[in-house]
Structures are given as structure tokens and as C-alpha cells.
């Protein structure tokens, strides 16, 4: 098998000089990772392939980028090598697109590729947290075996599909709704949208009551049933001309438009998810009432940590301002009803948190304001939503809580080296750091918080664009 290995960078803009160093480290490490399965690297073909009109004859020994392969499917109605695989690193995740005759046989972890090349082996485990061992560890692997012809090990086929697959694992942090989206949510949708639905999902490690709980995100993105791959029939063995193992993932909670696959934008992403929960608000809307309605705010509230312990104080703050107030806890509903309530909204605040996610049902030029808790959590604030939130067409605004804001001088004398030195306290790692900082209930400073909350309310009084009405075509 011959592949390519395509790099692709960040943009970084505003970045701090320590969050500049990390991501080139990051990045690094893909670059120098000692792999035993052979890359495609001249540098003069990558070139030539990114010309649209370049066709080789030995094209089919080249594995194409992505971008490359999408180009030719929705522009020239063929092109693509009969029998080929990509090998693709993003940032977060190894995957591979191949093409040709494929046989996955759940019941011993493995999927066959009769090709010319043969002879030909990898492992993998399809889920895009291939720099967290912890993660990964959950994760179940899967062999790719490459072999020139059908002999007694290769399983026939009992369910011949005409449309592509996808094969992915739902293990690790799913369940945490930060994870959910950043893991296999936004992925998935980078992965799979450019099918229009003409693609069957073959999950691994499956929770079922999850699946359940994005029935409607899934039903959005393939119009065929969802195989639980571990739990196939013995010699049920599935067969496809075209699957991907692994999902797209470029970064927390973010999509880069300049990594494969080329040109999604979060903007994208978030408008999916409002059209298929059928939301009625892509964007503000003037308010043409007399008198003008109450703009919407949502504070999220936290039950077990990061508690806001003046909730009180602040809804009557907000009101007085001219908010409608709407207090929620992020388990109060199922998932659709809570998507229509977020939509309603025209700010949403709360502590720095999974529920922050739900921004994604927001309406364009709407505001969300993270709380951040202080341990100069910034950086890790910034890279999982405040880099972000922009890019979703929103306007992003920033608290930051201070030492006197916090229960941790309940907690820590003022010379202790967790107030002295929260640094010291990053480089151990994230659990220590969520346990030092991450645990602790705040009490704002009511006129401090209440500049930010003027300068939400002053954003969404300016907003006089009409959104579409009905349904979000």
C-alpha cells in the first residue's frame, strides 16, 4: 500500500507565547513519530496534487488528500483510485479513507482489504484522541489487513452495502457534553456531511443510551441504521467499496477550515445543528414589539462545583438591566427541548464548563459570557471556547473571577504555593489542576459582573438584522 502523510498547520493568531510553544510541540510530535507503515513523501507530487487539473498515470500508486478526493467525487463524477488508502494526520486523530473491496468482521476486531498491494498490516483505534494515552487506552482496536486476494481467512460477505462507511468509538470521556461534541459530535460532522446522508455509521464501543441521546444529531447525518459493530451476529461480515476509520478532529472544540476536509467552518457546523433540531432563530432579530420584548439571558447554574453562590443577587441584577431571566441547570431537559430554550436566548453566561457547549444552538450575533475561575485558567479557557465562540458568528465576552471572588482562601493559606504559584500547579497536570482550581464555588463582585452584563445588553440592543423566520432551509 502506498499513502501519503499530509501536514497540515494551525493559523495561529493571538496566541500567547506559551500556547504558541504548546500547539508546536503538539505538532512536533506528529512530524517525528517513528511509524512502521510506509508513507507516500515526495514533496514535488504533493505540489503537483494540489492542482486541480494535474492527473498522473500513476495516479492510482498516490494517496490524495482529502480535499483532493472530495474535489474529484463532487466535480469530475470519478477519478478516484479503484483500490487506494489515505492515511491523514490532523491534529487530534489518524484517519484512513480507503477505497476497494472491504470486509469488517466485528466479531474478531478486523477489516480486510483485497487490493493489488496486499501482503500489508496496521492496527488502529478510531477515536481522534490520539495524543491522550488515557483516552485511548478505552478504546478498541481494530486490524487492517492488506491482502491481493480472497483465500480461507477472508470472510464472505453476508451484507453487501452500496453506500460508504464510517468507523468510530464512542468510549473515552463521552458522556461529558464538552466530550461529546469535541470528541465525536463535531467530528462525526466533518467526517460524514459531505455523504448527505449516503452513509452507514459502524460504531465501536458504543453506549447506547448516548447514541440514543443524539438520535436526532445522527438521523441528520446518515439515513441508515447504526450498526453497534461489537456486537454483530457471528460471521455477519459487513462489505463497502469506501470506508473511513477514524474521524476529522483539528483541535478542541474547533473546526479549521484550512485542514481536511477543506472549507468547514464552525459557522457551519452550529448553523447544522440549529436546521436539524428545526430551530426557529438563525440570527438576532429586531424586536419591532411596543414595547420592544426583554432580550433573553440564560445563567447556567452548577450543581456539584463552580456553584454561583450569589445566583440570587445576579438574576435580580440582570433583570433590573432589562433581562428576562431564565436559570437552568444543563440536566433539567432532554437535549432537544434544552436546544430550542438556548435558541430563545439572546445571552447565555455561566462558569467556565461542558455546558458552555450548548452555545451551539445559539442564534448568530448572540452573546455568550464565560466565567472564568481564576488559577490562571486563561489559556485553557481560551483554547475551549473563547477561540471559538467567535467563529460560530457570536460575540464572546470574558469574566474573570479573582482570589477574593472564590472559596479557596477557604481552602488554602495566602502563602500557600497553590495562590503563590498556579503555574507550578499547571505543570503537574490537568488533574491536579482541576482538583487545586476547578472545584471551587464563586461569589461575583455584582458591580464588576454588571459592566459585562451592560456590554451584552448594549451588543444585543444593536442588532437590528432580521433573521430568516420558520425553519432554517
Wanted: net charge neutral; aromatic share 12%; hydrophobic share 35%.
Amino acid at each position: 500500500m502506498k499513502a501519503s502523510n499530509t501536514n497540515h498547520w494551525f493559523q495561529l493568531k493571538n496566541f500567547s507565547a506559551v500556547l504558541a510553544l504548546s500547539f508546536l510541540l503538539v505538532s512536533l510530535s506528529f512530524l517525528t513519530s517513528n511509524d512502521s507503515y510506509k508513507f507516500y513523501d515526495n514533496s514535488d507530487d504533493w505540489y503537483k496534487l494540489q492542482d486541480d487539473n494535474f492527473t498522473a498515470p500513476d495516479e492510482e500508486s498516490l494517496c490524495l488528500s482529502s480535499a483532493k478526493i472530495l474535489h474529484r467525487l463532487e466535480h469530475q463524477s470519478g477519478g478516484v483510485p479503484k483500490e487506494s488508502v489515505c492515511r491523514l494526520r490532523v491534529p487530534k486523530s489518524i484517519v484512513y479513507e480507503i477505497d476497494g473491496d472491504i470486509r469488517v468482521d466485528g466479531n474478531s476486531s478486523s477489516i480486510f482489504w483485497i487490493n493489488l498491494g496486499g501482503h500489508e498490516s496496521l492496527n488502529v483505534k478510531p477515536f481522534p484522541r490520539n495524543c491522550d494515552p488515557n483516552a485511548m487506552s478505552s478504546v478498541r482496536e481494530f486490524s487492517v489487513k492488506s491482502l491481493q486476494f480472497q483465500n480461507g481467512s477472508v470472510p464472505q460477505c453476508s451484507s453487501d452495502h452500496s453506500y460508504p462507511a464510517i468507523i468510530f468509538s464512542t468510549a473515552a470521556y463521552t458522556g461529558n457534553f464538552f466530550h461529546d461534541f469535541t470528541d465525536v459530535l463535531i467530528p462525526l460532522f466533518l467526517t460524514a456531511h459531505r455523504y448527505h446522508g449516503e452513509v452507514q455509521f459502524l460504531i465501536t464501543n458504543m453506549k447506547p443510551i448516548w447514541v440514543e441521546k443524539y438520535t436526532i444529531f445522527f438521523k441528520s447525518l446518515t439515513r441508515y441504521k447504526i450498526i453497534n459493530i461489537d456486537e454483530e451476529p457471528h460471521g455477519n461480515t459487513h462489505c463497502y467499496k469506501s470506508m473511513t476509520i477514524g474521524l476529522y478532529a483539528h483541535r478542541e472544540f474547533a473546526i479549521d477550515p484550512f485542514m481536511p476536509p477543506l472549507g468547514y467552518t464552525f459557522a457551519d457546523f452550529t448553523h447544522f445543528m440549529r436546521k436539524s433540531y428545526y430551530l426557529e432563530r438563525h440570527a438576532l432579530r429586531k424586536h419591532w414589539e411596543s414595547p420592544p420584548k426583554r432580550p433573553k439571558l440564560l445563567l447556567i447554574s452548577r450543581r456539584w462545583s463552580r456553584k454561583l453562590l450569589n445566583a440570587n443577587e445576579i438574576e435580580t441584577m440582570a433583570s433590573d438591566l432589562g433581562f428576562e431571566i431564565i436559570v437552568m441547570d444543563e440536566h433539567d431537559h432532554p437535549l432537544d427541548k434544552y436546544a430550542q430554550i438556548v435558541n430563545s436566548c439572546d445571552v447565555i453566561v455561566g462558569i467556565h464548563g461542558s455546558a458552555l457547549s450548548y452555545m451551539v444552538f445559539l442564534p448568530q450575533k448572540a452573546v455568550v459570557i464565560q466565567i472564568v475561575p481564576w488559577g490562571r485558567l486563561e489559556g485553557l479557557s481560551w483554547c475551549d471556547y473563547a477561540f471559538t465562540v467567535p467563529k460560530a458568528k457570536l460575540k464572546y465576552l470574558e469574566y474573570q473571577v479573582s482570589l477574593e471572588e472564590t472559596t479557596l482562601l477557604n481552602k488554602y493559606p495566602r502563602d500557600h504555593p497553590n495562590i503563590q504559584d498556579p503555574f507550578s500547579v499547571h505543570l503537574q497536570g490537568f488533574w491536579v489542576l482541576k482538583e487545586a482550581y476547578m472545584n471551587e464555588d464563586v461569589t461575583l463582585d455584582l458591580q464588576k459582573f454588571r459592566n459585562t452584563l451592560v456590554e451584552a445588553l448594549e451588543h444585543v440592543k444593536k442588532q437590528e438584522k432580521t433573521s430568516l423566520g420558520g425553519r432554517i432551509s
